[in-house]
């Protein structure tokens, strides 16, 4: 187990979160003073950050009012973008 601080940390970080990738535990501190730790995610939790999100998920979820598609809503949105 390794441990580093922030300035360390920030300066490798792709060297660090390899070492974390091969199964390695790295542990941040903050003046010499464990605050956390990088380490390789489980098998589970890997699986579930790559899984793709279903199209129409929030189906139903989302309701717009009649307003939304207005000429006066859309000269608004068009304004905040510089449109």
């Known amino acids: 187990m390794l441990k580093v601080n ?15 990738k091969a ?3 790295i542990i941040l501190c903050d003046r010499n ?3 956390a730790e990088l380490r390789p995610l489980s098998s589970e939790v890997a699986a579930a950050a790559e899984a793709k999100r279903p ?4 189906n139903g979820r989302v309701s717009l009012g009649d307003e939304w598609n207005s000429s006066e809503t859309n000269r608004e949105v068009g304004e905040l973008f510089g449109l």
């Open 6 to 20: 922030m300035h360390q940390a920030k300066t490798h970080l792709s060297r660090y979160a390899k070492r974390a």
């Open 23 to 25: 199964g390695e535990t």
């Open 33 to 35: 003073k464990p605050i």
């Open 55 to 58: 199209i129409g998920f929030d």
